[in-house]
């Protein structure tokens, strides 16, 4: 007689469990004077698990995380998935309205936060009436569990039924076009993704990595933190990405692998630094959120001819990895978001839903393991988003026959001039031109006549000779067909943008 086989469940804390009797004593994680192992790391996060379930939470509850990039911002993320509660990242540069709204719509029942942050959670109708903990609070019991070795250097057993099915996190929506609704991400789904992440992205053990870009992220954590701790590599965890620090962090710590948004590769583009400092170790450079400008990239690949760019699509309902365009397809599919990854299957329809041929402009939708069950608590909104299995992107595409896809505009983004539909990149591509333009962001403002007004917003070189909003016209009118010439064009010092890097056009149409 043989035994029924076990079902193994496999979650985002198991990874780190396997990372743990793999790699032992390997550097998993640096921030600031701190370094931990991958010994330590697992033995940190059965600590982390071990301190949250003490206060009282218990399976499925939700843990609000409001804090700037820390290893223990990682822990409490790792903490939550190996004690069965579900990690909800928050944004840390909301605050009143749009913090407790997030707070609210979850049911937290613990908000962690940074000391300096804490008076905007408690400032909060939700943070006045839920415990709030600060990060700080974690570390002792870390620190002392990191101590302990054991034979096999990882934590086998915890205590912890957790399932591959269960809630890890709920992952909300950037908020750049409406309220954030919260995608309900297994730990299957997130699992799935990383899997993605290794397959497209050349990740390995020798990679040493920054990451600068915020952890509430979905593209910092998912992309890239969590299935670069699945492959053993080195990580280091920075604040913030200021250019010059991360120049001289490039050169000192011989770093070879970079994420970023394209507005902070055109911020270290345009520093006096990137000429000076060695950066010879650098191969590997990945950006996503929005178009990298084609020029900024030239002057990146002209510099630093041996690094390969990777560029990155997709959104936080499929945890978010959906596409890449890898180094090798960058010169024959300029502006491509790339084909998809190992785990999403797409298709382009019309608006009635159906199947477009190659090369024809619809909407892309999704269907995959990756991707979330719905939104917390908004059915209606999740009955809107999927259709058959589909999820409906909201994002304007071309696909051609060997699945390359080159993203025109949000659905929802496009402009409406005069009945004629825009596509704002392809304008703000041609601006970019200027050499005088350092940043530029094209929307529509509604407008009597024109339905939308085509406008640019354009900031302006430090130090370089002013530009005029004719120069800019003419610019475009050189370039472009008559009606896609913007009608205004505003000068700025800076664009709005979330702490991801993403440009906000919702308001720029404010203004």
Same mark, same amino acid.
């Given at each position: 007689?043989?035994?029924?086989?076990? &079902?193994?469940?496999?979650?985002?804390?198991?990874?780190?469990?396997?990372?743990?009797?793999?790699?032992? %004593?390997?550097?998993?994680?640096?921030?600031?004077?701190?370094?931990?192992?991958? &010994?330590?790391?697992?033995?940190?996060?059965?600590?982390?698990?071990?301190?949250?379930?003490?206060?009282?939470?218990?399976?499925?509850?939700?843990?609000?995380?409001?804090?700037?990039?820390?290893?223990?911002?990682?822990?409490?993320?790792?903490?939550?998935?190996?004690?069965?509660?579900?990690?909800?990242?928050?944004?840390?540069?909301?605050?009143?309205?749009?913090?407790?709204?997030?707070?609210?719509?979850?049911?937290?029942?613990?908000?962690?936060?940074?000391?300096?942050?804490?008076? &905007?959670?408690?400032?909060?109708?939700?943070?006045?009436?839920?415990?709030?903990?600060? /990060?700080?609070? /974690?570390? $002792?019991?870390?620190?002392?569990?990191?101590?302990?070795?054991?034979?096999?250097?990882? $934590?086998?057993?915890?205590?912890?039924?957790?399932?591959?099915?269960?809630?890890?996190?709920?992952?909300?929506?950037?908020?750049?076009? %409406?309220?954030?609704?919260?995608?309900?991400?297994?730990?299957?789904?997130?699992?799935?993704?990383?899997?993605?992440?290794?397959?497209?992205?050349?990740?390995?053990?020798?990679?040493?990595?920054?990451?600068?870009?915020?952890?509430?992220?979905?593209?910092?954590?998912?992309?890239?933190?969590?299935?670069?701790?699945?492959?053993?590599?080195?990580?280091?965890?920075?604040?913030?990405?200021? !250019?010059? @620090?991360?120049?001289?962090?490039?050169?000192?710590?011989?770093?070879?692998?970079?994420?970023?948004?394209?507005?902070?590769?055109?911020?270290?583009?345009?520093?006096?630094?990137?000429?000076?400092?060695?950066?010879?170790?650098?191969?590997?450079?990945?950006?996503?959120? %929005?178009?990298?400008?084609?020029?900024?990239?030239?002057?990146?690949?002209?510099?630093?001819?041996?690094?390969?760019?990777?560029?990155?699509?997709?959104?936080?309902?499929?945890?978010?990895?959906?596409?890449?365009?890898?180094?090798?397809?960058?010169?024959?599919?300029?502006?491509?978001?790339?084909?998809?990854?190992?785990?999403?299957?797409?298709?382009?329809?019309?608006?009635?839903?159906?199947?477009?041929?190659?090369?024809?402009?619809?909407?892309?939708?999704?269907?995959?393991?990756?991707?979330?069950?719905?939104?917390?608590?908004?059915?209606?909104?999740?009955?809107?988003?999927? @259709?058959?299995?589909? /999820?409906?992107?909201?994002?304007?595409?071309?696909?051609?026959?060997?699945?390359? =896809?080159?993203?025109?505009?949000?659905?929802?983004?496009?402009?409406?001039?005069?009945? =004629?539909?825009?596509?704002?990149?392809?304008?703000?591509?041609?601006?970019?031109?200027? !050499?005088?333009?350092?940043?530029?962001?094209? =929307?529509? =403002?509604?407008?009597?006549?024109?339905?939308?007004?085509?406008?640019?917003?354009?900031?302006?070189?430090?130090?370089?000779?002013?530009?005029?909003?004719? $120069?800019?016209?003419? &610019?475009?009118?050189?370039?472009?067909?008559?009606?896609?010439?913007?009608?205004?064009?505003? /000068?700025?010092?800076?664009?709005?943008?979330?702490?991801?890097?993403?440009?906000?056009?919702?308001?720029?149409?404010?203004?």
């Amino acid at each position: 007689m043989t035994s029924a086989p076990l &079902h193994f469940s496999s979650t985002v804390a198991d990874m780190i469990r396997r990372s743990s009797g793999r790699f032992g %004593s390997a550097t998993a994680l640096e921030f600031a004077d701190r370094t931990w192992s991958y &010994h330590e790391l697992d033995r940190a996060v059965t600590a982390m698990a071990d301190t949250l379930r003490s206060r009282g939470l218990n399976r499925g509850d939700r843990v609000g995380a409001y804090g700037k990039n820390s290893d223990l911002y990682v822990l409490l993320y790792l903490g939550c998935a190996r004690a069965g509660l579900i990690h909800v990242p928050v944004n840390f540069q909301l605050k009143a309205e749009e913090l407790d709204y997030i707070l609210d719509n979850a049911d937290v029942a613990l908000v962690v936060t940074d000391t300096d942050l804490r008076p &905007h959670v408690e400032a909060t109708p939700t943070g006045a009436s839920v415990p709030v903990s600060e /990060f700080t609070e /974690f570390l $002792e019991p870390a620190l002392e569990a990191a101590k302990h070795d054991s034979s096999a250097g990882s $934590e086998a057993v915890t205590g912890y039924d957790v399932a591959d099915d269960d809630i890890a996190q709920l992952l909300f929506t950037s908020g750049t076009t %409406s309220a954030p609704k919260g995608a309900v991400m297994t730990h299957r789904a997130l699992v799935h993704e990383y899997l993605s992440c290794l397959q497209s992205l050349d990740f390995a053990d020798t990679d040493r990595v920054v990451h600068a870009l915020p952890l509430y992220h979905s593209a910092q954590m998912h992309v890239f933190l969590l299935p670069l701790l699945a492959v053993g590599a080195h990580n280091i965890i920075v604040p913030a990405p200021v !250019p010059e @620090t991360l120049l001289e962090i490039f050169e000192s710590r011989r770093i070879n692998s970079f994420f970023a948004a394209p507005t902070v590769w055109v911020a270290l583009a345009n520093s006096p630094d990137l000429e000076t400092r060695d950066l010879s170790n650098l191969r590997k450079a990945y950006y996503g959120a %929005s178009i990298m400008p084609g020029p900024v990239l030239r002057k990146l690949r002209s510099r630093l001819p041996e690094l390969g760019f990777y560029n990155c699509f997709g959104q936080s309902e499929l945890g978010p990895l959906c596409t890449v365009l890898r180094p090798e397809e960058h010169d024959d599919h300029p502006g491509s978001a790339g084909r998809s990854v190992l785990f999403v299957e797409t298709r382009v329809v019309d608006d009635a839903g159906n199947d477009l041929a190659p090369g024809e402009l619809g909407e892309i939708l999704y269907r995959s393991p990756q991707l979330c069950e719905g939104y917390w608590r908004k059915p209606e909104a999740t009955r809107d988003a999927f @259709t058959d299995g589909w /999820f409906h992107s909201g994002d304007l595409v071309r696909m051609d026959e060997n699945g390359f =896809v080159e993203v025109i505009d949000r659905v929802k983004d496009v402009i409406n001039t005069g009945g =004629v539909l825009v596509a704002s990149r392809q304008v703000e591509d041609v601006i970019f031109e200027l !050499p005088t333009v350092a940043e530029v962001a094209v =929307v529509g =403002v509604a407008d009597e006549r024109w339905i939308e007004a085509i406008t640019a917003f354009v900031v302006v070189k430090p130090g370089a000779e002013a530009l005029t909003e004719a $120069e800019v016209i003419d &610019h475009v009118k050189g370039r472009l067909a008559g009606f896609k010439v913007p009608k205004r064009v505003a /000068f700025i010092d800076e664009l709005p943008k979330n702490s991801s890097g993403k440009i906000l056009k919702r308001r720029l149409r404010e203004v």
